[in-house]
């Protein structure tokens, strides 16, 4: 099966309240990160034999997207749940974030490179079958 969407439970760093993040794929077979929504805004079947791993590390990021509680456009992915919370964007070498998920608090090192300075940026789970 195709898929064509994919949603990510994430977090906002500020109010620690669940959000989604939204992706779907361009017509040139890129990912883009197109909303963050409070809601599911379309019938995803989250728990079905759909779920497939979607390699999100070179997806785009939407104009539209930010997240729906406190309005910042970036999200880090816990090293240590792998799950997403929100922050301002800051990773400099040395900053810490802390995953509202799990409470972990980590610090984000510069990999050298292309200058890629996220904690960790790997693999998103998606779902098929959007309607
Ligand atoms: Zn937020
Ligand atoms: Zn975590």
């Not at 994919?6 to 990912?31: E, H, L, Q, R, T």
Request: glycine letters at 16%; hydrophobic letters at 25%; aromatic letters at 10%.
């Amino acid at each position: 099966m195709k898929t064509d969407a994919v949603c990510i439970s994430a977090k906002c760093g500020k109010s620690g309240k669940d959000f989604y993040m939204i992706y779907y794929k361009a017509f040139d077979n890129k990912w883009v990160l197109a909303y963050g929504k409070k809601d599911i805004p379309f019938s995803l079947d989250l728990k079905g034999g759909g779920a497939v791993a979607v390699d999100l590390t070179h997806a785009r990021k939407g104009p539209q997207y930010k997240c729906p509680h406190c309005g910042e456009e970036h999200t880090f992915t816990c090293w240590n749940c792998g799950k997403r919370t929100c922050y301002d964007g800051d990773n400099h070498e040395g900053r810490e974030v802390t995953c509202a998920h799990c409470g972990e608090i980590g610090v984000f090192r510069r990999t050298g490179g292309d200058g890629g300075g996220k904690a960790k940026e790997t693999m998103g789970f998606g779902v098929s079958g959007q309607a």
